[in-house]
């Protein structure tokens, strides 16, 4: 194994936690995807880890200890990750989430969700990627209840996003459950899966009841997911809106599932900045606005990022919203943190009175590292006006 030494400074991050390697703090830049044992500058071991670009960072700490990293490696870590998550198993009304959650459960660079009898890889790196065997097969053993895999490739390198790698394949289409609400997905086709699990817990407040009863507005909606769970939730009626025009007929197939009808539901294809106009012109007022934006977004000439301008989205929605109701706002911006994400809000809400009801990080499945904010990038606050 390569032997890599940190500048000087870069050891106290790696000693208090962070795992994400910042390719600046190493001083021979010349490595790149391998296993390294990591020094200090006195030469004195600090772990094992493994280089490679990708999106953020230059690589991660894998073990403090002196480890082999091998198949036994991989299962042990496979099955405590199982472990760990016994009650979300146990769960009949619930059959998707995450099993595996990179750092947060010894490992960067890679994720698994579990979808029904199915799961996907996400592998973040090209060093990771090459250890795919060995991993895939590790995690195979350990969770023989997973019938089949697909991978994502979240790096720039292979020509394909998506495919299917091991044991059974799924179909097509079709249902997983959570909060006993039934919601489609599909594995294969693009990066995407029909619903994004790291909001599991913002969904189960409004199957609850936290929208019973009120007219709902949900803003980059995709797949309505938060629409249809404010549905079942007993919302009078809901309003989806996303630019993309397969949200439409995917965001259906959600309210079908569950047997709603669409009258009181609507699906508009449309850009989130003109529905506000559209809503002004017309006099529509909500009683719930979901703000879920990507971080960064172009239509057309226009840009749109959350750490700019989400500001502006809570201030057109104040104008439509009826007085006591509710804003949702979230932001999955993992360079955004928590308090410069309040500051948008803030400044959206100026000097209108308004109370911080609730927020929601990363629920239990996503693990995160405690001592890496960035890792728990997720931030859902509800305010009441
Ligand atoms: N809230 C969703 C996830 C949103 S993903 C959920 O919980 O499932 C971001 C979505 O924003 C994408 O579907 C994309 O098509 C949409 N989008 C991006 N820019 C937009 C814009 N200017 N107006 C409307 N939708 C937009």
């Known amino acids: ?225 938060f629409s249809v769970a404010a549905a079942m939730g007993g919302a009078a009626e809901t309003t989806s809106v996303d630019l993309a025009k397969r949200s439409r007929e995917l965001s259906q197939a959600h309210f079908e599932a569950n047997g709603l009808d669409l009258v009181n539901h609507r699906l508009v294809v449309m850009d989130v900045f003109s529905y506000f106009k559209y809503a002004k012109r017309h006099d529509l007022t909500f009683d719930v606005i979901i703000l879920d934006p990507p971080s960064f977004a172009r239509n057309n000439k226009k840009t749109f990022s959350v750490a700019k301008d989400y500001h502006k989205l809570v201030e057109e929605s104040l104008e439509i919203l009826q007085a006591g109701g509710l804003i949702i706002a979230s932001t999955n911006a993992s360079n955004l943190s928590l308090k410069k994400f309040k500051e948008q809000i803030e400044k959206g809400f100026g000097e209108r009175s308004h109370d911080y009801v609730a927020l929601h990080q990363l629920p239990y499945d996503f693990q995160t590292n405690k001592k890496d904010e960035s890792s728990n990038y997720l931030k859902v606050f509800t305010i009441r006006t």
């Open 1 to 225: 194994m390569k032997k890599i030494s940190l500048r000087q400074g870069a050891e106290r991050k790696l000693l208090n936690g962070i795992h994400l390697i910042d390719s600046k703090d190493i001083a021979d830049q010349s490595l790149d995807n391998a296993w390294v044992e990591i020094r200090n500058v006195k030469g004195e071991f600090l772990g094992i880890g493994y280089l490679s670009q990708q999106n953020k960072g230059g690589g991660w700490v894998v073990s403090r200890q002196p480890v082999k990293i091998d198949a036994q490696f991989y299962e042990t870590l496979f099955s405590q990750a199982w472990g760990k998550r016994q009650s979300y198993h146990d769960d009949q009304a619930t059959t998707a989430y995450r099993l595996f959650n990179q750092d947060g459960d010894g490992l960067g660079g890679l994720s698994i969700d579990l979808y029904g009898e199915y799961s996907v890889f996400s592998w973040y790196n090209e060093f990771i990627y090459s250890q795919r065997d060995l991993i895939i097969k590790a995690f195979h053993k350990a969770i023989p209840q997973v019938k089949g895999s697909y991978e994502k490739i979240r790096f720039k390198g292979p020509d394909h996003d998506s495919r299917h790698i091991f044991g059974q394949e799924a179909p097509e289409t079709f249902l997983i459950l959570e909060n006993g609400v039934s919601y489609q997905v599909f594995l294969n086709d693009g990066l995407m899966t029909g619903i994004f699990l790291d909001q599991h817990e913002v969904r189960a407040r409004l199957v609850d009841g936290l929208a019973s009863g009120k007219k709902v507005l949900n803003l980059f909606s995709y797949t309505a997911a």
